[in-house]
């Protein structure tokens, strides 16, 4: 077992169990908290990956934004009264049932597929690469996002804002 | 000159569309618009005219106007001797009589309205005169046709004008529509409506043009049925036997368009287009087109003379009197005689013209119609007289009066191609002479027999207008009796006196080269030389035998009306029936008024009555079927269609509400729907996998 | 030696636990909190794709950066909402949340 298989291995046991642990508790403080281990671990992988930008930009955005805008949002709203009331509806069950199944199947497809051998040697990592692509053919894509956080900025603000 | 020919029938237009949006406007000047139109395009028309007699060569302009595949109809104009010289007559006859209505339409609350209509006569006429082909002909005839409709009317608060121009339309109409036919037969058989490729094709002789077509009994060829069919225009307009009856009626119109239209121009037009025809009459097999234009001339000459002898109304035996010229006219063309018919049709403008505006003087003066109430006007209206005397010698046809000249050629023609003709037609001109001399003699001579202060009649067509208006020419109350016309009205009469006098002098044999006269020279017919008819030379028996018939005819009027030693009605007691019968028109008129109009009402009032009890009740029956139809339409709508569309409806409602408890309004529950159906998705393609 | 199923194992299992949250928790936040774990599964798919199958033209680190982009904008708009929804409602649970049901 070398690093990388190591590496891959904590991160991902780092990934899953802040997931379950998302998903799991009943403090919403707790989950939005246990986010942050789990997006962390998803950058690690990226670098395993040889995505270093992404990895930076998943930082950045999920970890420093989005996280923070959560616990925001929680302390705003209840708070941590999550201990009070009752946190999960009645299809407990019935979405288990559906997400191992979903799961299952897709092991199923997985397994199925003949991957080949891996791939051989990486080239060297260009970030400017993602900036070409943005730029060149996927330059429609870009700018529809950016017309995307333009209008749900301007949108978050409207619905967010006190009334008078 | 002649490239600038387009240019003559322009001018009047114009002045038509000034006078028609401007006029109420310009009032009492509207005519100096309309007389500069016309001078203008008589500088244009006397000079293409002079180019001509100079020897210029025949000119022709034409473009496409509409083409359809191989056969192109094209418009354009046409400059040759016979179009230069009618343009040159008709800018002349109809400048001056503009000049004359100034004076004699004075005071008229429509004054523009009528210069208008001239001015759009005028150019119909012109454009007529000028048109290259059929169709642009058509279309001034077509005009002129509805400016002689307006122009008898004119008058038109009054029922016999009113009359009169609907039986002048109807009647040309039926001439017209014969024509239009002939037309369509032509470009049938040529593809084409153009002068010069018809005249070429019928020259050559088209395939289609000599086939026969069976009528009846009959075999008659294409090209001559066409030619016939063509020849009912001129028989309308013209005012040919059997279509004549109008042109007397349209007496109702005011004087000056007797003169310009119903003597000069457009009855002429008729002449005018048989002349511009000619080939297509002419390269008939055996000239049998012109055969029947002969004989219909020389019947319509003798009737129209033989009726004018027992009318009293001035501008009536006057209007008989040119149909019976008209007559004259067709016969010199039929009996191959085309410059003497032609020649007569422009000498007859200037003394027609002429006499008509003389007429309308007299009537000016006299306020009434009647000759037998006029009488010894000679002496109160002598320019009247001394120029209504030059334009009767004219028409009588004594020497060296225009008329002489231009009628001794047809009697000419006549007597060296059909004999019987001749005579008729010498019988005819003895005739001419009889009328006028009796239509003189009871105007200008004897004593006079009218009231002493003429009141203005609201029924008389001159005085309707201007009852009660007084101008400064109108002063009765300071003459007794008649008075003599304005400068502006007798001027005009001195100038085509001149003319009637003059205009036949080209006729004199020697005036042109070998002998012949000068107008022989001028307008010819190609046709002739190549068939090899040769125009016979002037004969001194002939034309002093045709001096003797005028002569004779104005000895026997002089007799009967001027010295009175056979009363005239002595005459009429001697004649018996035929009094009555010239009288009443041959009762042409009267059998026309209860077979056509009385049987046209006929079988209005019995097409009325089908339409009322047979066709009305077939649609009422259609219509009671159908609310049958409808009511049980309805019931099946009511009970079947909103049935059904009722059933759909309380099935989408049952469906609804069986489906309603699974839309729970919980995001959670639909997503998990979604996520079960993603894997039931994924299941089946596995499966299928 | 770690592949390409390895990832796509573990993105699985990621995607797994977010449709679950999704599924199950009442709370809004709590819901979008969910989501943010599928997202992140997904992206993850994509750079483990970009890496074993697309190595040059890094067509996957594209979709990966639109996609976290908007889930920021999916945060922002969400999360509004939830504060308005709970200034008016007094709640944050989606099953009180029920003004759409007929």
């Known amino acids: 077992m070398n690093a990388e298989a190591l590496a891959f291995c904590a991160l991902a046991a780092m990934v899953l169990v802040g997931g379950a642990l998302v998903v799991y508790s009943r403090n919403l403080v707790h989950a939005a908290v246990s986010l942050v281990p789990t997006l962390l671990g998803v950058a690690g992988l990226y670098v395993l990956l040889h995505a270093e930008f992404v990895a930076a930009i998943q930082i950045l955005i999920y970890v420093g934004a989005i996280t923070v805008l959560i616990l925001f949002v929680i302390l705003l709203t209840e708070g941590a009264t999550g201990l009070r009331v009752r946190q999960r509806n009645e299809q407990v069950p019935l979405a288990l049932g559906v997400c191992g199944a979903l799961v299952a199947l897709l092991w199923v497809v997985l397994l199925r597929v003949p991957w080949g051998p891996a791939a051989g040697p990486l080239p060297p990592y260009n970030p400017g690469a993602v900036g070409r692509s943005f730029l060149m053919p996927y330059v429609l894509a870009f700018e529809v996002t950016s017309l995307v956080i333009l209008a749900s900025l301007v949108g978050a603000i409207v619905i967010a804002r006190r009334e008078e | 000159m002649a490239r600038l020919a387009w240019l003559i029938p322009l001018f009047p237009l114009a002045s038509y569309g000034i006078l028609a949006f401007r006029g109420r406007v310009l009032g009492e000047r509207a005519p100096y618009v309309a007389i500069a139109a016309m001078a203008v395009s008589a500088v244009l028309a006397w000079g293409t005219f002079l180019e001509q007699v100079l020897g210029a060569p025949p000119f022709v302009w034409r473009a496409a106007w509409a083409v359809g595949g191989e056969r192109v109809i094209t418009v354009g104009y046409t400059v040759d001797s016979l179009s230069s010289i009618t343009v040159a007559m008709i800018t002349l006859v109809g400048g001056l009589i503009f000049v004359y209505s100034v004076g004699y339409m004075h005071g008229d609350p429509y004054y523009a309205r009528f210069f208008a209509f001239l001015s759009l006569f005028c150019a119909g006429m012109l454009t007529m005169v000028l048109a290259n082909s059929f169709l642009l002909m058509l279309i001034g005839w077509e005009v002129i046709g509805l400016c002689s409709y307006l122009l008898i009317g004119f008058y038109f608060r009054r029922r016999s004008a009113n009359l009169a121009q609907m039986k002048a339309f109807l009647t040309t109409r039926v001439g017209d529509t014969l024509m239009l036919v002939g037309i369509m037969a032509l470009f049938w058989q040529f593809g084409t409506v153009d002068y010069q490729t018809v005249f070429e094709a019928v020259h050559k002789g088209a395939e289609k043009a000599s086939a026969a077509v069976r009528l009846g009994p009959w075999e008659i060829p294409v090209v001559t049925l066409t030619a016939l069919l063509i020849f009912g225009g001129p028989i309308g307009k013209s005012g040919q036997f059997p279509l004549h009856v109008w042109l007397p009626d349209a007496m109702e119109g005011p004087t000056p368009v007797s003169a310009l239209i119903h003597a000069a121009t457009m009855v002429a037009a008729g002449v005018y287009l048989v002349g511009r025809a000619y080939p297509l009459f002419f390269f008939t097999p055996h000239h049998e087109a012109l055969t029947?234009?002969?004989?219909?001339?020389?019947?319509?000459?003798?009737?129209?003379?033989?009726?004018?002898?027992?009318?009293?109304?001035?501008?009536?035996?006057?209007?008989?009197?040119?149909?019976?010229?008209?007559?004259?006219?067709?016969?010199?063309?039929?009996?191959?005689?085309?410059?003497?018919?032609?020649?007569?049709?422009?000498?007859?403008?200037?003394?027609?013209?002429?006499?008509?505006?003389?007429?309308?003087?007299?009537?000016?003066?006299?306020?009434?119609?009647?000759?037998?109430?006029?009488?010894?006007?000679?002496?109160?209206?002598?320019?009247?007289?001394?120029?209504?005397?030059?334009?009767?010698?004219?028409?009588?046809?004594?020497?060296?009066?225009?008329?002489?000249?231009?009628?001794?050629?047809?009697?000419?023609?006549?007597?060296?191609?059909?004999?019987?003709?001749?005579?008729?037609?010498?019988?005819?001109?003895?005739?001419?002479?009889?009328?006028?001399?009796?239509?003189?003699?009871?105007?200008?001579?004897?004593?006079?027999?009218?009231?002493?202060?003429?009141?203005?009649?609201?029924?008389?067509?001159?005085?309707?207008?201007?009852?009660?208006?007084?101008?400064?020419?109108h002063g009765h109350e300071a003459h007794r009796g008649p008075h003599e016309s304005p400068p502006v009205m007798t001027v005009p009469l001195m100038v085509l006196a001149f003319f009637a006098l003059v205009a036949g002098f080209v006729g004199i044999p020697g005036t042109g080269p070998e002998g012949g006269s000068w107008i022989h020279h001028f307008l010819k017919f190609e046709g002739f030389e190549e068939a090899g008819i040769h125009a016979p030379s002037f004969s001194w028996p002939l034309a002093l035998r045709s001096l003797a018939v005028a002569l004779a005819g104005i000895g026997v009027a002089w007799v009967v009306y001027g010295v009175r030693w056979v009363r005239s009605d002595q005459v009429r007691a001697w004649v018996g029936p035929l009094y009555p019968f010239l009288r009443n028109r041959m009762y042409i008129d009267t059998v026309y008024a209860w077979v056509f109009v009385r049987g046209g009402l006929a079988l209005a009032a019995g097409l009325r009555w089908f339409d009322v009890h047979g066709v009305d009740g077939l649609v009422n029956l259609v219509g009671g079927v159908t609310v049958l139809v409808s009511r049980l339409h309805r019931l099946f709508d009511t009970y079947v269609v909103d049935g059904l569309v009722n059933l759909i409806g309380w099935l989408t409602r049952g469906l609804g509400m069986l489906l309603r408890p699974l839309q729970t309004g919980r995001a959670y529950h639909y997503i998990l729907v979604a996520a079960a159906g993603l894997v039931i998705i994924v299941v089946v393609s596995l499966w299928r996998l | 030696m770690i592949g390409l199923p390895h990832y796509l194992v573990l993105s699985s299992l990621l995607f797994g636990m977010g449709l679950f949250g999704v599924l199950t928790r009442r709370n809004a936040v709590a819901i979008l909190m969910g989501i943010e774990l599928m997202l992140n599964a997904a992206n993850l798919n994509f750079v483990a794709f970009t890496k074993f199958v697309d190595p040059t033209f890094v067509r996957g680190h594209v979709a990966a950066l639109v996609i976290i982009t908007l889930a920021a904008c999916e945060a922002a708009v969400g999360l509004a909402l939830i504060i308005n929804a709970y200034r008016h409602l007094e709640t944050v649970n989606v099953d009180q949340v029920n003004l759409l049901k007929g």
């Open chain 2, 292 to 473: 029947w234009v002969a004989w219909v001339g020389t019947v319509t000459a003798l009737m129209a003379g033989l009726i004018a002898l027992a009318q009293d109304d001035i501008k009536r035996v006057l209007a008989y009197s040119t149909i019976s010229q008209l007559g004259f006219m067709m016969a010199g063309l039929g009996v191959l005689g085309y410059t003497a018919g032609l020649f007569h049709l422009l000498t007859h403008a200037f003394f027609k013209a002429l006499l008509f505006l003389a007429a309308g003087s007299v009537i000016h003066a006299v306020r009434t119609n009647n000759i037998k109430e006029m009488g010894g006007l000679w002496r109160s209206m002598p320019v009247t007289f001394w120029t209504f005397l030059a334009g009767f010698l004219a028409l009588a046809g004594v020497f060296p009066f225009a008329g002489f000249w231009s009628k001794d050629e047809i009697l000419l023609e006549a007597y060296h191609h059909d004999p019987a003709i001749y005579t008729l037609l010498t019988a005819a001109a003895f005739l001419t002479a009889l009328y006028m001399s009796r239509l003189v003699a009871y105007a200008f001579f004897g004593r006079y027999r009218g009231p002493e202060h003429p009141e203005p009649d609201p029924w008389l067509p001159e005085d309707y207008a201007r009852a009660g208006v007084h101008g400064p020419h």
